[in-house]
């Protein structure tokens, strides 16, 4: 009887092809704009507020994750506790009285969430230990970094969330127009990349990108931006087409700006992606890292010009 192969004489796991991956990331790049679209067509606050809710509290577990791979201290329990409660309490609030309360929740569950953090660190640490200041940091800056940005795409909608006289929903052509933009400025900076990228942007973060493409994805956000406003003039006001230029440049920076910092986050703690979820994209913070950083741009913009 033949010896069983042991891990030093098996075969090496077979790297998967460009066009394998290609495949995937089709095949899940169809499925997720299919459940956002259905969602946003249908209209239905509770459903768009939990499709964000659920969205954020699995990039945040994702984020713990990523830190506790590093080795960098953080309280994972204790995090994903405060960020169920915080959509959990907010956004009904958010539903019952729009924004004229979000602000002062926004403030004091944030506080109390830092309170909190501090009070279970006296309570379970053994002894004074700097890692105990790096678990409270670490932890609150995932509730930061990931619910309370990801929280604006909740509240872009809540702009908007009346249906008009004609059928169509403001809110819901807001929180498209955000999601069509930062995701043309990603396939901008890929496919300029690919094709001419020569030049590293930021090399010790991000191998792969480069100057090119990141003026392929100024220039694909600005050309969708202009296209929506042409499309949808009315619904999308305040974005005039005087504005569709200068926030579609606005919005694709902060996507790129999105993408480097998770990039950034990922090499120092030694990780590729996020995590495995969607097959040739990789996880939930790998799909929403854009949309962290460009939903507080448009709603500050939507909030100035409205």
């Known amino acids: 009887m033949s010896p069983e192969p042991t891990a030093a004489t098996s075969p090496p796991a077979v790297a998967p092809t460009k066009t394998n991956v290609l495949i995937r990331r089709l095949f899940s790049t169809v499925v997720l704009w299919a459940a956002v679209i259905g969602t946003l067509v249908i209209g239905w606050s509770p459903g768009i507020f939990a499709f964000t809710a659920v969205a954020a509290l699995v990039a945040l577990h994702e984020f713990y994750r990523l830190l506790e ?44 969430a830092f309170l909190s953090l ?91 990108k480069t100057w090119e493409g990141f003026g392929g994805a100024l220039l694909a956000s600005a050309f969708i931006s202009v296209l929506l406003v042409t499309m949808f003039p009315q619904v999308l006001q305040p974005i005039t087409m005087t504005w569709a230029i200068p926030l579609g440049l606005a919005v694709g920076l902060a996507a790129v700006l ?27 913070l790998d799909l929403v890292d854009s949309v962290l950083f460009t939903a507080p741009v448009l709603y500050l913009f939507l909030r100035l010009a409205g």
Not at 89 to 104: K, N, R
Not at 146 to 163: E, H, Q
Not at 175 to 183: C, S
Not at 193 to 208: A, D, E, V, W, Y
């Open 258 to 284: 999105g993408d480097l910092v998770e990039s950034l986050i990922k090499r120092a703690t030694g990780c590729k992606d996020s995590g495995s979820l969607f097959p040739g994209i990789g996880g939930m």
């Open 69 to 112: 791979h590093g080795g960098l201290p953080c309280d994972r329990p204790a995090g994903m506790a405060l960020g169920v409660l915080f959509f959990a309490t907010g956004l009904p609030i958010l539903h019952q009285y729009g924004l004229v309360w979000t602000y002062e929740f926004e403030l004091g569950f944030l506080s109390l």
């Open 118 to 208: 501090g009070i279970r660190q006296l309570v379970c640490a053994e002894a004074p230990h700097p890692a105990s200041v790096s678990n409270i940091a670490h932890t609150f800056l995932g509730l930061l970094y990931v619910a309370w940005l990801m929280n604006f795409l909740a509240k872009i909608f809540m702009l908007g969330p009346v249906r008009l006289e004609n059928g169509p929903i403001p809110g819901v052509f807001f929180v498209l127009y955000l999601l069509l933009v930062t995701k043309f400025s990603d396939i901008g900076a890929y496919c300029v990349g690919s094709l001419i990228g020569r030049h590293k942007m930021i090399p010790r973060i991000s191998p792969g």
